[in-house]
């Protein structure tokens, strides 16, 4: 990738940021406030709203990334403060450009991304006339945004902007800064505010002493994992705790990059298509240390025919959200407090002490280990569902002109070739969520989801942001047939400015996850599911990428291989079209659904 803007002004070297208050524009206030907070690239379409500082953004060290769709920019804004730690910015025109945002921002706040977004609006003189492209655009956000800055007057320009940087890192989630156009002209006097960033403890004496004389007594404590661990930079201490204790580390649900996989006493992730592995071995515990996770509903459901969490254990959990604490699962020891500060102060204060679960270590790991290892046995012979839908619809696909592979085995397949380094991003649906079972890694910041907001659309743009914190890394999106139609339109985003990432795309022509609840429910009558595709190799190479089309298991790795090669020696996207059959895994919302009842007369075949 290429380290000067895309367009044809060459960045400048970032100048030092002006100290004591200076006469400036409010623009110059604007760029050199973010400036101070580091910012490199701001995601977005360009607009007249802030034309006027968009000018100097290349003087400053900050590139504009046009994209084709302001939802894309919000996502990519959030991949790369996953990936990096640092803020994601994304900004568009007033109006519709940021009424376009509004689903990547949900995205991000359930993913506790630190994204700004700019938000200029309507001129000051205007607001109320129902002038052009005029909305009211901070109750837009106001769920899903940790804290809105709205520019009161041009002067207090740098001391809102400062704080909503400050904001999105000290609450991890989304601000909002909403700058009136008019605001962004004129001469000022103002000093540039610097970074303010907290320094987070480990939590109160009296609950970490609990915490420790629980775990002291534990036969057999089980440590959840959480997001958590990975934006507190905390898998090392999270590691020596469970070293210290000999207990089996489950992922939180949707961060399969909380814990290394290659480590003995990881067992995988809970929640929708989760490890066995895991679930059993909670099912086990008399104490649960949840680190770093808020234990969301949907990341606790029972899975694979079991309701694995343990009634009677004792929970402590520890986030550095107090409002978490005891919200979801009854607990007995609440933590506020960083989850790094956090597990090195429980591993001190267990260090010295003779702790139950040390009698029965050796016994504990033998049944990690061979719960694992009957897991992936599993995983090894579960070659397609065996569902009677599911069954029909193979039985169907035999029959039909060329080939069409079994999901589970082509996530395998993928597995196995994944390259050492990778980030993986995945939509939502029933193809990506089926992948939670497969999808394993070393290194934090590698796995990134819409965690619970759930939206389609969300993989490729995120793993394109991804990429611009992290250009070294290979990046990769999966998506289904039905999300891929929302996104694939940036691909055109990574062939103009020189963003290479590679997409797989699961082509079974149907909405899998939402079809599967008609198959349980509503007796197979299909509404608006089927999907009849165009070929999407095709249509990348159309866009200037590279197509590759799979449709036999053997091909399915050295088609991975051959568009990372790509993707990191030439610098070509790759879509990866790989063709799937009909089968569906099961439901998101089993929980959630209930058998039809019709009383009008005309509707009574209707069950």
């Keep these: 990738m290429p380290d000067q803007a895309p367009s044809s002004l060459p960045l400048a070297a970032a100048t030092t940021t002006p100290t004591g208050p200076q006469p400036m524009t409010p623009s110059e206030a604007f760029v050199e406030t973010m400036a101070a907070n580091g910012v490199t690239d701001i995601f977005g379409i360009m607009g007249s709203a802030f034309m006027d500082a968009m000018d100097i953004f290349a003087p400053a060290g900050i590139r504009l990334i046009p994209v084709v769709h302001e939802q894309g920019a919000g996502h990519m804004a959030d991949g790369y403060s996953r990936v990096s730690g640092r803020h994601g910015v994304v900004i568009g025109q007033n109006g519709p450009g940021i009424s376009n945002c509004v689903t990547a921002i949900a995205a991000a706040y359930w993913a506790h991304s630190p994204v700004v977004i700019v938000t200029p609006e309507t001129g000051t003189m205007t607001m109320g006339l129902g002038g052009f492209q005029e909305a009211n655009q901070l109750p837009m956000f106001e769920e899903f945004t940790k804290y809105q800055g709205h520019v009161t007057h041009p002067a207090r320009m740098a001391e809102y902007t400062g ?15 909403n700058i009136p156009r008019d605001y962004f002209y004129g001469e000022i006097k103002a000093e540039i505010p610097q970074p303010s960033r907290l320094d987070r403890g480990p939590g109160g004496e009296h609950s970490l002493h609990e915490a420790a004389e629980l775990l002291a007594q534990a036969k057999f404590p089980v440590i959840i994992s959480g997001g958590g661990v990975v934006m507190a930079d905390a898998v090392e201490e999270c590691k020596a705790l469970a070293e210290r204790l000999g207990a089996p580390v489950v992922n939180s649900y ?41 234990l969301g509903p949907f990341g606790t459901l029972p899975q694979h025919g079991m309701d694995y969490w343990p009634k009677t254990a004792k929970i402590i959990q520890i986030d550095a959200d107090h409002k978490m604490l005891g919200l979801v699962k009854k607990i007995s020891v609440g933590i506020c407090g960083d989850a790094k500060a956090a597990a090195l102060a429980l591993t001190q204060r267990l260090a010295g002490k003779t702790l139950v679960c040390d009698g029965n270590r050796a016994a504990r790991a033998a049944e990690i280990a061979a719960e694992k290892q009957a897991w992936e046995q599993e995983l090894d012979n579960w070659t397609h569902e065996t569902d009677a839908f599911s069954l029909d619809m193979i039985a169907e696909q035999e029959q039909e002109p060329g080939n069409y592979l079994h999901p589970r085995q082509v996530l395998r397949e993928l597995e196995k ?17 089926v992948a ?21 659309g969300y993989a490729f743009p995120t793993i394109i942001g991804a990429k611009v914190a992290a250009p070294h890394r290979p990046a990769i999106a999966y998506a289904g047939d039905g999300a891929w139609g929302m ?20 082509h079974n022509r149907q909405w899998g996850a939402e079809k599967k609840n008609q198959v349980d429910f509503y007796n197979r009558r299909f509404v608006a599911g089927e999907l009849d595709n165009q070929s ?37 996207t790759t879509i990866v079209e790989i063709m799937c059959t009909r089968e569906l895994g099961d439901p998101f919302r089993r929980d959630a659904l209930s058998k039809p009842v019709r009383l009008l007369d005309k509707y009574k075949d209707y069950v």
């Design 254 to 294: 949707l961060h399969n990059d909380s814990f290394p996989a290659s480590h003995p006493l990881w067992c995988g992730p809970l929640g929708y298509q989760g490890s066995k592995a895991a679930m059993k071995l909670i099912a086990r515990a008399d104490v649960v240390l949840a680190l770093g996770s808020r």
């Design 536 to 572: 999407f190799a095709e249509i990348g190479r159309a866009m200037g990428a590279e197509g590759i089309r799979v449709e036999r298991l053997e091909e399915v790795g050295p088609a991975l291989q051959k568009a990372i090669d790509l993707q990191m020696n030439h610098g070509k």
């Design 487 to 506: 996104s694939l339109m940036e691909t055109m985003t990574c062939v103009r400015h020189n963003i290479p990432v590679t997409a797989v795309v699961f």
């Design 163 to 177: 704080r909503c940087f400050d904001r999105a890192m000290s609450e991890m989630g989304p601000t909002q800064l």
């Design 436 to 456: 939670n079972s497969y999808l394993r890694f070393d290194k934090p910041r590698s796995f990134f989801a819409a965690m619970s907001f759930g939206n389609c």
């Design 417 to 433: 070739a994944m390259p050492a380094d990778v980030m993986v991003s995945t939509d939502i649906g029933n193809i990506n969520s």
